[in-house]
């Protein structure tokens, strides 16, 4: 029903930074928790920061607290990770997610996913 698209991964080196996007499409008539979740080579999807509907509450993973920031456009749709003095192994696909209802989640319990959009940091 909601379809998610990631972009703005790219390859920057140790201590840049880059913004990543998450349009959601499709069933857009509701705003839903949103949450990033990246996934390295060979490891689990884990999470890095998720959001309530109307962006009051946020969450970060210890790993990127301080370096990261999630924000959210409810009018243009859109779900942003800023991240900032990114570190190799910050290196990984990056997804969007969405989920039904209201509460805020840091697990892999959501309904909806883009396709992950790659972050590579180099040293």
């Known amino acids: 029903q909601v379809l998610l698209v990631e972009s703005g991964g790219g390859l920057v080196q140790a201590g840049g930074s880059l913004r990543l996007s998450c349009v959601a499409s499709?069933?857009?008539?509701?705003?839903?928790?949103m949450g990033w979740f990246r996934q390295a080579p060979g490891k689990e999807r884990v999470f890095v920061a998720a959001?309530?509907?109307?962006?009051?509450?946020?969450y970060y993973d210890d790993s990127v607290k301080g370096r990261f920031t999630i924000s959210r456009d409810n009018i243009k749709n859109t779900v942003y990770l800023q991240m900032n003095s990114l570190r190799p192994e910050d290196t990984a696909v990056y997804y969007c997610?969405?989920?039904?209802?209201?509460?805020?989640?840091?697990?892999?319990?959501?309904?909806?996913w883009g396709q992950g959009t790659q972050v590579t940091v180099s040293s």
């Open positions: 997610a969405a989920r039904q209802g209201i509460a805020v989640l840091t697990t892999t319990q959501y309904d909806y």
């Open positions: 499709g069933r857009t008539d509701s705003t839903y928790p």
């Open positions: 959001i309530s509907r109307n962006g009051g509450s946020t």
